[in-house]
C-alpha cells in the first residue's frame, strides 16, 4: 500500500501530526511538505493524507489549493484529512470545510489537536501563539497538545479502507 501524506502547516505542528500518523500506517508512507508547491503524481499512491492547519478560522490555503488540484486528478482513490488546530470549538465547522474541498473522495476527516508553540513563528504569527497561550494558562486551561489517539483512529480508518 503506497500512501502519500500532503502536509500543508506552516510552523511544524502539522508536519509533527503527519510523522505521528505515518509511524502508524503500514508500509513506508512519504510525506510531502507542500511549503515549496512541489508537483504531486496523486495516481502514483493508493490513498491520499491531507493535513491542514487553521490560521484565522479558515483551513490553510495551501491546501485548498492541493484539494483542488486532487478532484481535478479525479483518481477515484480515497482520501483522507486531519485538521491541526488549538481550539477544537470549531472542529465541525473546519471537517466540513474540509470534507467540501476534497469533494466525495472523502473517506474521513479528523481532528488532531494542535500546539501553541511560538519557537519557528515569527512577527504577528508569534504574538498571537504567545497571546493565546498566555491566556490559556491565566485561565488555568490546559495546552492544546497533537491528539495522537485522533491520529491512531485516522490510520486505523485508512487500513480498513485501502487494505
Ligand atoms: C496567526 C495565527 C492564527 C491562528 N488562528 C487559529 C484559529 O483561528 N483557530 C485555532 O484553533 N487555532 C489557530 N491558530 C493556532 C494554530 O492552529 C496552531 O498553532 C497549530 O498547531 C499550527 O500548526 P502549524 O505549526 O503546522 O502551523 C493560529 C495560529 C496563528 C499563528
Not at 500532503?6 to 500506517?25: D, E, F
Not at 484539494?67 to 477515484?76: H, I, P, V
Not at 474541498?101 to 498571537?128: I, M, N, Q, R, T
Request: charged share 25%; proline share 3%; aromatic share 8%.
Amino acid at each position: 500500500m503506497s500512501i502519500l501524506i500532503l502536509v500543508c502547516g506552516h510552523l511544524g505542528s502539522t508536519l509533527k501530526a503527519g510523522k505521528l500518523l505515518a509511524r502508524q500506517l503500514p508500509g513506508e508512507a512519504a510525506i510531502v511538505d507542500t511549503e515549496q508547491n512541489p508537483e504531486v503524481d496523486f495516481a502514483a499512491f493508493d490513498c491520499v493524507v491531507f493535513g491542514t492547519n487553521v490560521r484565522m478560522l479558515c483551513l490553510n490555503r495551501r491546501f485548498k489549493r492541493y484539494a483542488a488540484r486532487w478532484k481535478r486528478a479525479k483518481t477515484g482513490k480515497p482520501a483522507f484529512c486531519y485538521v491541526v488546530a488549538a481550539s477544537d470549538g470549531n472542529f465541525q465547522r473546519y471537517e466540513a470545510a474540509a470534507r467540501r474541498a476534497l469533494g466525495p473522495s472523502c473517506a474521513a476527516v479528523v481532528y488532531a489537536g494542535g500546539e501553541l508553540d511560538s519557537s519557528h513563528a515569527k512577527g504577528f504569527a508569534k504574538k498571537v501563539i504567545e497571546d493565546v497561550k498566555q491566556q490559556t494558562l491565566a485561565e488555568g486551561r490546559a495546552l492544546p497538545q497533537i491528539r495522537e489517539a485522533a491520529l491512531t483512529a485516522l490510520a486505523r480508518q485508512i487500513h480498513e479502507t485501502v487494505c
